[in-house]
């Protein structure tokens, strides 16, 4: 079945992020679904729109009823020849998957979103010329989506990125066991607990690691959704009141503040086929920081500081931390995946989560940030360069 055209989550985003009003897009898309055109696409891209209105529930809805009738979605699609990638999604919140329209983010690219159904056969696949696997490589459904995957492309003959022969799961509380003993690198004692053993720790006076405080989260949250610390039993019973999620991820704490001025720094650093990028620096009074909360925007002096490590990054970041990042690609074997860390007061780096879904964008304004356009653009033609290389690798050769 034809893919159905759709706007698509960084087109969206951009708006979004601009500050746009996207009702008029919303009427545009309610409109399609009236008259029965593109029907589908529209649905998701009205998915996305009430997502970011807040309305998940509505988003997941929207969703739903688009995936009853396609299960495959263009974006970029242009009447000059491009290299067609073909994304195997899992049908999730936006955030769930590797979001890869905005490293493809260029009129070379068609991006083709494959949602794969119970059912569905190789037949079912739309045409490419390379594949990526976009699913989580850390959720609940991982294993059962990445071997979907490999038996629908087994015999295809093209490359898929990011779906290595075995998965090293990149969950938080294995990356203590998997990167544990290399030096110069930390990782928090973290464990999975289910609502009722966390429910029973009052009672027994215990923290869920060692001892307070503790930093928890739901399993499978990002951006510091549901992110907290607790200090007390009290703060653990409060915040199982308020979170009556059935999986938690509980972690040591660790005071990763700058002696200096008391400010914790939070980066975010992506590996594209082996080699790492610079995608910001947080910088922030709030240990819970992340780039949305740092208000980065209202202080040059925070920017200056990202726009020199950005600068400094090949020279200085990736001099000091060579083995650690290199035992980060060789652990998790992933063409694309991103790591938030921060630098401790003895010079370690400190890894605090290792995901393929990890977001990547450039929607800064270029008056405020000029320095970062430079940076991401190199990231992006890096990501370009390696998906164009893998199909070229992927056609077969013409005859001699």
């Known amino acids: 079945m034809e893919p159905q055209v759709r706007l698509g989550l960084a087109h969206l985003s951009k708006l979004a992020y601009a500050g746009a009003d996207l009702s008029a897009l919303q009427q545009s898309c309610l409109d399609q679904m009236l008259q029965g055109t593109n029907t589908s696409g529209a649905l998701m891209d009205l998915s996305i729109i009430a997502q970011m209105q807040g309305n998940a529930a509505l988003g997941r809805d929207f969703q739903d009823k688009a995936l009853q009738s396609h299960r495959s979605f263009s974006i970029n699609r242009q009447i000059a020849p491009q290299t067609r990638v073909l994304v195997f999604a899992e049908p999730k919140a936006f955030g769930k998957n590797t979001p890869i329209e905005f490293l493809l983010d260029s009129p070379a690219f068609e991006v083709i ?6 059912h569905s056969t190789p037949a079912d696949l739309p045409d490419h010329d390379v594949a990526f696997c976009a699913g989580s490589s850390e959720s609940l459904t991982t294993d059962a989506f990445f071997d979907a995957v490999r038996t629908l492309t087994a015999n295809t003959g093209k490359t898929v990125l990011n779906l290595p022969p075995k998965l090293v799961k990149p969950a938080r509380d294995a990356l203590p066991v998997l990167l544990g003993d290399t030096i110069g690198l930390r990782t928090a004692k973290t464990a999975r607990f289910t609502q009722d053993q966390l429910v029973d720790l009052p009672t027994q006076n215990a923290a869920p690691i060692g001892v307070y405080p503790n930093i928890i989260r739901p399993h499978g949250s990002h951006a510091g959704l549901g992110l907290e610390k607790l200090t007390s039993s009290d703060d653990l019973v409060a915040y199982l009141s308020r979170h009556p999620d059935t999986l938690f991820f509980a972690s040591e704490f660790f005071d990763y503040a700058t002696p200096a001025d008391g400010l914790f720094r939070k ?134």
Request: charged share 25%.
């Open 267 to 400: 980066q975010r650093v992506v590996f594209i086929d082996g080699h790492p990028f610079p995608a910001h620096l947080a910088i922030a009074a709030r240990w819970d920081v992340w780039y949305m909360n740092a208000d980065m925007d209202k202080s040059q002096a925070k920017r200056d500081e990202e726009a020199a490590f950005m600068d400094s990054f090949e020279d200085d970041f990736c001099t000091r931390h060579a083995k650690v990042l290199r035992k980060l690609t060789d652990t998790f074997g992933l063409d694309y995946f991103g790591i938030d860390c921060a630098e401790d007061t003895d010079g370690n780096l400190v890894v605090f989560e290792v995901d393929n879904v990890l977001i990547v964008h450039n929607m800064e304004p270029l008056e405020i940030f000029p320095y970062k356009d430079r940076h991401m653009r190199r990231l992006f033609s890096a990501f370009q360069t390696m998906v164009s290389n893998a199909a070229t690798a992927a056609t077969p050769a013409g005859p001699l």
């Open 113 to 118: 979103t494959f949602y794969p159904a119970p």
